[in-house]
């Protein structure tokens, strides 16, 4: 019989290299962001994953309910817009069981105005705008409290309500609406306080613009939500370790001035 030749046997090793390489067995996961910074972030981390074989679709959202329903359904593989507090208050309403695989970054919750340039400002019975989602709520209450607005009942923790506010000397008036309409909300009310994505998708720098911000040791800390199931999945595991590696962190810190803060 016939030896096969050395181009033959080379050709063949190559073809089964070829075969064993991350780009032929590339695997891809599909997560859900809000925009900015998230979607932003996310899109830094493409080439990172790429380097591995993994190839990363971002799927844009503008609110925060439909991301965490398509994960649950499983039309996503992870999403990445929220904090812990928000997933954890998701999951008793909806009756599903996410989990938060890894923390970010923090994107610090600010009060704004186009009509006051500071909180002395704000006369006898302003209109505030605050979110109307239970966690972003009482997140927006404590940072008026934080700023010496208004006191909450402080056995009510992290998710106080309009109803728990115990001290208003200047009888504020609070509006609730849906995070992603409160920019927009500025014409019609005196103030608002805004999430820090939607704040950057309306063109404010949250460290130059807001009249309080949050400080950077926030609780809030925003994650990389996924099915328990996919706890360990060696995909989501690489997108972690990508979005906790030092390219990230530079451009978080190049990017957003201060705006978003790194945890990692």
Do not use: W
């Not at 503008?62 to 812990?84: C, I, K, S, W």
């Not at 927006?140 to 909450?152: C, D, N, P, S």
């Amino acid at each position: 019989m016939k030896k096969p030749s050395t181009v033959v046997l080379i050709s063949l090793l190559t073809f089964f290299l070829a075969l064993m390489s991350p780009a032929a067995s590339c695997t891809t996961i599909t997560v859900g962001a809000t925009p900015v910074p998230h979607a932003e972030i996310l899109a830094v981390a493409q080439p990172l994953l790429a380097e591995k074989g993994i190839t990363l679709r971002i799927v844009e959202f503008n609110d925060y309910v439909t991301p965490n329903r398509a994960l649950a359904e499983g039309e996503l593989d992870a999403n990445f817009f929220q904090h812990q507090p928000y997933l954890d208050t998701f999951n008793a309403d909806a009756g599903t069981n996410l989990k938060g695989l890894v923390g970010i970054h923090v994107e610090p919750l600010g009060i704004y105005s186009i009509k006051i340039k500071s909180l002395e400002e704000l006369p006898d019975r302003a209109q505030i705008a605050i979110p109307n989602d239970p966690t972003n709520g009482g997140r927006a209450l404590l940072l008026l409290q934080a700023a010496g607005l208004i006191e909450v009942d402080p056995a009510t923790g992290i998710t106080p309500t309009v109803f728990d506010v115990v001290s208003n000397p200047k009888r504020l008036r609070f509006v609730e609406l849906e995070a992603a309409q409160l920019a927009r909300a500025l014409e019609d009310v005196d103030a608002a306080v805004i999430n820090g994505n939607y704040a950057l998708v309306a063109g404010f720098v949250p460290t130059r613009d807001a009249l309080f911000l949050e400080g950077a040791e926030s609780p809030y800390v925003n994650i990389v939500a996924v099915r328990p199931e996919d706890i360990d999945n060696s995909a989501l595991a690489a997108l972690a370790e990508a979005l906790t590696s030092e390219p990230i962190r530079e451009f978080i810190l190049a990017t957003y001035d201060g705006s978003v803060v790194p945890v990692f």
